[in-house]
């Protein structure tokens, strides 16, 4: 099998490159050869009587039902009570006996119950030796901390929401206004979001969506200066967000300060305009400071790429996750660090984690984290059965069974050094591959990775998204052609060709691993060029007053 990428990012994308779907002869494709289904790699899917060809998996067999793209169907009889199994794992029993050829749809199957985080293999596969990849390096912005920029960012953090709508006018004249007068800033960024106030803030869990803003403050993007805008009277008071000592002083002021503060409820600010005056003073020795930076050549080690997965379809797990997956290992074998993520995504798939555990001690740090989640599904009264959306189904994807197997391939095969609990901060000796323990939702999960340090980011879609984020570069992975063909300008990458055999895994993987060294140092995504940005979306497991 095969993956290719669209060859370029970004809006350099040259359209003559896209083709015309031809009539192709019946393709299958089936992840291992143990399993009893087969998923349709056509366009468009197959008519009921097609009859597969020889070279394919179920070579013989004549489709009973019509089977839409990425669907699965059964390679051989599959008695009622047995397991449809796919990865070679069952992602399901059968509900009742389902014949050859047939459409084997979530309708069909009853999910397998969660493995039991006890008695896992804990720490039991020896890593891969693998020859470290040295001479890669990106042009980034080196901080005072040691940590490096993919981008040079002046953000400006909110401690409630009370302040957006002010911010967002700031944000626009200082774009428009003064910008232009500092052309090394790439972007200003307000931090806005839906916490600060109206929420139990001394709860014994309000303490995730407080350093999760925390440690956004202090992404690598943003060069070590601090920019707050409060309101006044919230219960999220600037030196509880950033208590003194917690973060850089940029501009050599004593840090018994705290963070230098805008606040709208100041009796100095007589009306609105007072107060914006007021940001657009505030930020301008920020991105003076900004300005004087320039791009330095650093090694590849300094990345921190977060990958994650939305829209997912039955194409995530054949295509974009493994080439991903490859391009971790790569990355790991640079000395940089990965993290993947979303609890629900992998939990059915929590001994795989376990057995790939660098040592007990984080073997144990995944149980824990992902046992913690466990706990707050069932306070909710929901399962992991709750994941998997319209469009996952739409796509092939019967379960959250299913699901997981195709996603954790995005994690490659090194051991898993570090696992980071929801809100915490990357340490700069926790590199290689870490597990973020962060909920599935794409923003919360982007949120949560971004507060962890991530410089860069990787997302794959089967149904297709524009997220992005305004914070960190986002390069899109499509996992079939047919979505590349059709969102050109807004996927960076086409791992299609895995099933269309126009190239292999590794070396799309490498093709990425590239593709990342150009976005880390400048080149525009996509999501950038035409400034698609999703919202922060704060993990708030505590309760709302």
């Not at 206004?177 to 052309?183: C, D, I, K, Q, S």
């Not at 921190?304 to 295509?319: H, K, L, P, R």
């Amino acid at each position: 099998m095969a993956f290719m990428g669209l060859g370029r990012a970004g809006p350099g994308f040259d359209e003559t490159m896209m083709t015309e779907t031809t009539s192709r002869p019946p393709l299958t494709i089936r992840m291992h050869d143990g399993d009893n289904v087969a998923i349709v790699a056509n366009d468009g899917g197959l008519p009921a009587g097609t009859l597969l060809p020889a070279g394919v998996p179920g070579a013989g067999v004549t489709l009973r039902d019509k089977v839409p793209q990425g669907h699965k169907v059964a390679l051989v009889d599959i008695a009622e009570g047995a397991p449809v199994l796919r990865y070679a794992v069952p992602i399901g029993y059968a509900l009742k006996p389902i014949p050859a050829g047939a459409w084997v749809h979530e309708r069909l199957i009853q999910m397998p119950s969660a493995r039991a985080l006890e008695g896992l293999p804990m720490a039991t596969v020896a890593p891969p030796v693998v020859e470290p990849l040295a001479g890669f390096t990106f042009e980034g912005y080196r901080n005072a901390d040691g940590s490096v920029g993919t981008r040079n960012i002046l953000a400006i953090t909110t401690t409630v929401q009370c302040v957006a709508g002010v911010v967002d006018v700031a944000v626009a004249r200082i774009k428009s206004e003064l910008l232009p007068l500092y052309p090394n800033v790439d972007d200003v960024v307000g931090l806005e979001h839906t916490y600060g106030c109206g929420v139990a803030i001394d709860a014994p869990d309000a303490h995730i969506p407080i350093k999760t803003l925390r440690h956004i403050s202090l992404n690598p993007n943003f060069g070590g200066e601090v920019m707050v805008v409060s309101l006044g009277c919230e219960k999220l008071q600037p030196d509880r967000l950033l208590p003194p000592g917690s973060f850089p002083i940029a501009d050599q002021r004593d840090p018994a300060l705290g963070p230098e503060t805008v606040c709208l409820q100041a009796e100095s600010h007589v009306g609105f305009m007072s107060m914006i005056e007021d940001i657009l003073a505030s930020a301008k020795p920020h991105l003076a400071r900004l300005d004087a930076r320039r791009r330095e050549t650093v090694p590849a080690s300094e990345l921190v790429v977060g990958v994650q997965c939305g829209g997912s379809d039955a194409f995530s797990g054949v295509t974009a996750n493994p080439a991903v997956g490859f391009c971790a290992d790569l990355l790991v074998r640079a000395g940089a660090t990965i993290m993947f993520s979303e609890n629900t995504e992998v939990r059915d798939a929590v001994d795989q984690l376990t057995r790939r555990a660098a040592t007990p001690e984080v073997a144990e740090a995944i149980v824990r984290e992902l046992g913690w989640y466990d706990r707050y599904l069932d306070r909710g009264r929901v399962d992991r059965a709750a994941n998997t959306t319209p469009g996952n189904k739409a796509g092939g994807l019967s379960n959250i069974a299913e699901k997981a197997m195709g996603s954790i391939v995005k994690s490659g095969s090194s051991a898993i050094s570090h696992v980071l609990p929801p809100g915490e901060k990357l340490r700069p000796d926790q590199r290689g591959l870490v597990y973020a323990a962060t909920p599935a939702s794409d923003f919360i999960c982007g949120t949560l990775q971004l507060a962890a340090g991530m410089n860069l980011h990787v997302f794959t879609t089967g149904r297709g998204t524009p997220y992005g984020l305004a914070e960190c570069p986002v390069i899109k992975v499509a996992t079939r052609s047919d979505l590349a063909r059709r969102w050109h300008d807004l996927m960076d990458v086409n791992a299609g060709r895995i099933a269309d055999g126009e190239a292999t895994i590794p070396e799309m993987g490498w093709e990425l691993f590239g593709l990342l060294l150009d976005v880390a140092s400048g080149k525009k995504t996509w999501a950038e060029h035409w400034k698609l940005h999703n919202a922060l979306v704060l993990f708030n497991p505590a309760p709302v007053t």
